[in-house]
Every structure is written in structure tokens, then in C-alpha cells.
């Protein structure tokens, strides 16, 4: 089944008064405990925030997430604010022919915009799309300095920059944030005027703004390099990983979809996992067994989000570069959301940038013990392949998924024939360990075993054939 035979069904799904009406209930009880907990996190006033949107009547492109309405969308930015500990105070839109490249939404908007963030006494105006750098300097010259002027890119690298806790997240933060403040630096400076060499004489010195942006390349150069030695020890570490062949699989899934919670039921990583936007940044690599005895390594990964602002996906390559080594991908869902399908698109917008999208893949339905409509989803999973439902908060569904997700390893593994002296017995311990045996024979010259085995087993043993002429490899009939 396509994405959009699936959006078409989930939407019928939730398409009943009964359910929507559940999932409406859910949803409003879930923002007020989430509001609750971020305002208890910050001490003092909140600062407030106005938000802007703007919908097109046709998508600027291919790539823009159909599925995330208007309403939809806003409600999303929301949560951003709220998690990166501001008060939304009021909301806006405007439905347009093309955006406004001077000011985003139209000059007749911003005039009742202005009248809103006087009478709301607003500190800061979030618009629901990056800006562009004359767009945020105009915007700041018509509201005034007074108030700040952001961008959902700039919301999100904000709570990124709170959320980040290694060296490594904090790297990739800084990276990203000074890449989307280069071009921006202009709107920073009102005195431009200044020379860096004093007095009046013209060349003697450079304006601070050029200065600034000298600075801050250095600064980029600097931590590109800072992560390219990241990136470097990560792919070290994976070759050590790949040299004990255990079959990897990398959970992805929108934000706060559960991926965190499912690695801890499975693996009891402890991981923090709550009920909020991006909680965990940095990727966590844990061991489990599955139904059987065999062994996978599970990585649970950074949470996208629809409009991931490209900086990011550029500065934590080393993180996603994980999934690319995976063997199979988790995609975990949020069966609790009507906007499930929407955010399976985004997920699958970055997965295809990742050029992993192809990689076998097994869906997880999580949250189904919030879902309103969990009866009917369990009787819709039954009939898709490589589907499951399941609620890693109360273990629900988890062996099944489990027993699901060996069977698709199983399916990753190569077909191998191959005599092992008793001297190497190690090598036959690994091929069980890992590996699916379907005969075994004892004879004068060894052990002759027949498994499929990850690719990494296979390579290591052909490497070894050419050193050890005891050990023999059959051709396949």
C-alpha cells in the first residue's frame, strides 16, 4: 500500500464523529499537561509570543508536507514555543498567491499585526517558515527593535541549543546556528557606520559587520572541523561494531512519536523519554535479544520534524549517518495523532534525502493505548506487511513486534556454505550467534555449516579463507 492509499484510509479512520471527537479531547488534555510542564520549568514571567502563518493556494514545491493543514501547522509551532518556554499569546494566517518577498504575509497583514502585538504587549513574533534575511530586516525596521522577530528555523535551533547535552549535540547546534545567522547579521546592526581602525579615514578598517561575518566563517570552518573529527571516530566505531557482526536497526519517527520509550522497553537503556518535543538529540546504541536468542544492536536516533530546517540535517550528519549503516529501520508512528500520516511523510521527505528510504522497514503503530481509535487500527496493521501496534509505555504488542523485526533481520542475512576447522570452533559460536543455521555436520576436516549470516560475517569469513586455507567456502547450489 502507496502513502497516499494509506492517508486516504488513515483519514476515514478518523474520520467518524466518535473518534474525532476522542482524538479532540485527547489532544486539548495533552497540550494542558505539556503547558503545565514547561511553565513550571521556567521561573519568572514567560515571554510572550504572536504567531504568523501563511497558506498558499498551490504548494511552492514538491517537497512541502500536504498533510499538515493550516490549523495543523499552527498548532505544531505552538508546541515549539512552548517548549522552548514561551507564552503564545495569539495566532494569525493569511491564504496567499506567493509569499511576500519583502515581508512574508502582505503589508495589510502586518498593519494588523502591529495593532495585535501593541494590544497584546507581545515580545516576540514567530512566523511558521524560515525567513529570509531581507524579510527579517524589514520586519524589525516596521515592528521596531523592541520586538524580536523569529522564524520557525530559529524556534527549532533554539530548542535544539536547550536540548543539546554532549559535546557532540552541542557541536552540531552551534554549527547549524551559525549557519543560519551568516546571512542574517545585517538585520543585527544599526551602526554600521563604525570603522574597526578608528577616525575618519576611509579604508583604514573594516565595517563591523564584515568583521562579524569574518568571525563567524571562522568560527564554522573551525567547528566543521571540530565534527568531521566526530564524524570520523563514529565511522571508527562502526567498523569495530561491524567486526562483531551484530545486525543493526535505527529507529526513526517524528518527534515525540516514542522512539525513546521503545529503545528503554526494550533494551532498559534509560534513556530520557517525556511527553515533549525533541527530548533526546544525541543517538544511543543499546543491545537486545530477540524471540529467539539472536542479538541486534537498536539505535535509537534525533526526531524529525515537517520543515526540518536543512542546517541541521547538514550539521548532525554524523548522528543520521547511523541509520545509513543500519540493516533494517524502525519507523515508529504516532497512532494517538489523526496527523499520523502527514508526519509519516516528513519522515519519509528526510529519509529519502538520506537516500535510505529503500532499506527494509518495519512500521511501528505506537501509543495505542492512547489511541481513539485502536480497535480498528489493530484490524487495519493485520492486514499490511511489516506492520505492528504497539504501546511501548505499557508493553503492549512488543513481543509481537519483536518476533516481527527477526523475521525482517532474518530476511537482510546471505546464504553461506562453509567448512570450519575445530581449531576456529569461535567462528561457528558467531555463526550461531547471529546467524539463521539450517544444517550443521561434524567431520574429520571441521565443522561444514550452512547459515544465512549478516553480510559483515560473510566478508570477515572470506577474508579469513585467504589466510587460512582449513577454512573452505562451498559455492551455493
Known amino acids: 500500500m502507496d502513502m497516499g492509499e494509506f492517508q486516504a484510509e488513515w483519514n476515514e479512520i478518523f474520520a467518524s464523529d466518535d473518534i474525532r471527537e476522542k482524538s479532540g479531547n485527547l489532544i486539548t488534555q495533552s497540550d494542558q499537561i505539556k503547558r503545565h510542564a514547561n ?8 515571554e510572550t509570543a504572536y504567531l504568523v502563518g501563511a497558506e498558499l493556494k498551490a504548494p511552492r514545491n514538491k517537497r512541502d508536507t500536504s498533510g499538515f493543514g493550516r490549523e495543523e501547522s499552527i498548532n505544531e509551532l505552538t508546541q515549539l514555543a512552548e517548549t522552548a518556554g514561551l507564552e503564545v499569546v495569539g495566532s494569525t494566517h493569511q491564504m496567499m498567491d506567493k509569499i511576500n518577498p519583502k515581508t512574508f504575509v502582505g503589508s495589510g497583514k ?89 577616525g575618519q579615514v576611509k579604508g583604514m578598517g573594516e565595517k563591523q559587520i564584515e568583521i562579524d561575518k569574518r ?22 566505531y562502526r567498523i569495530r561494531r561491524a567486526k562483531a557482526p551484530i545486525p543493526v536497526a535505527a529507529i526513526v519517527g517524528y518527534t515525540n512519536a516514542g522512539k525513546s520509550t521503545l529503545l ?147 530476511l537482510t542475512l546471505v546464504q553461506f556454505d562453509v567448512s570450519i576447522p575445530y581449531t576456529e570452533g569461535w567462528l561457528v559460536g558467531e555463526m550461531h550467534q547471529v546467524g539463521v543455521v539450517t544444517n550443521e555436520e561434524f567431520t574429520e576436516f571441521g565443522t561444514r555449516i550452512a547459515a544465512s549470516i549478516p553480510i559483515s560475517l560473510a566478508s570477515k569469513i572470506e577474508k579469513l579463507a585467504k589466510k587460512n586455507s582449513t577454512i573452505r567456502i562451498f559455492d551455493l547450489e
Open 264 to 410: 528503554n522497553r526494550v533494551s532498559n537503556a534509560e534513556v530520557l523519554a517525556e511527553d515533549s518535543l525533541f527530548a533526546t538529540l544525541d543517538p544511543t546504541t543499546r543491545r537486545i535479544y530477540l524471540p529467539q536468542g539472536k542479538q541486534l544492536l537498536m539505535t535509537d536516533t534525533v526526531g524529525f520534524i515537517q520543515k526540518l530546517p536543512t542546517q541541521l540535517v547538514a550539521a548532525f550528519r554524523a548522528t543520521l549517518e547511523e541509520i545509513a549503516e543500519a540493516s533494517v529501520i524502525i519507523h515508529v508512528v504516532d497512532a494517538s495523532s489523526p496527523l499520523a500520516v502527514a508526519q509519516a511523510q516528513a519522515v519519509q521527505a528526510v529519509l529519502q534525502d538520506l537516500k535510505v528510504s529503500h532499506y527494509p522497514h518495519l512500521t511501528v503503530w505506537n501509543k495505542m493505548d492512547l489511541s481513539p481509535a485502536s480497535h480498528i487500527l489493530r484490524q487495519v496493521a493485520a492486514a499490511r506487511k511489516d506492520t505492528f501496534c504497539i504501546s511501548a509505555q505499557t508493553g503492549e504488542g512488543i513481543e509481537e513486534m519483536l518476533t516481527g523485526l527477526e523475521r525482517l533481520v532474518e
Open 39 to 46: 511553565y513550571e520549568e521556567f521561573d519568572g514571567d514567560l
Open 215 to 236: 568571525l563567524l566563517r571562522e568560527k564554522i570552518t573551525a567547528l566543521k572541523l571540530d565534527l568531521e573529527d566526530v564524524r570520523l571516530h563514529r565511522q571508527q
Open 110 to 198: 502586518i498593519i494588523e499585526i502591529m495593532k495585535e502585538v501593541e494590544r497584546l504587549g507581545v515580545d516576540t513574533l514567530i512566523f511558521d517558515d524560515e525567513l529570509s534575511a531581507t524579510q527579517g530586516r524589514n520586519l524589525v525596521r516596521m515592528l521596531g527593535e523592541d520586538i524580536r522577530v523569529c522564524d520557525r528555523t530559529n524556534l527549532i535551533l533554539d530548542i535544539f541549543s536547550q536540548r543539546a547535552r554532549t559535546a557532540e549535540g552541542k557541536l552540531q547546534v552551534e554549527l547549524a546556528m551559525a549557519e543560519y545567522q551568516l546571512p542574517r547579521l545585517t538585520k543585527m546592526w544599526t551602526h554600521l557606520e563604525r570603522q574597526a581602525g578608528g
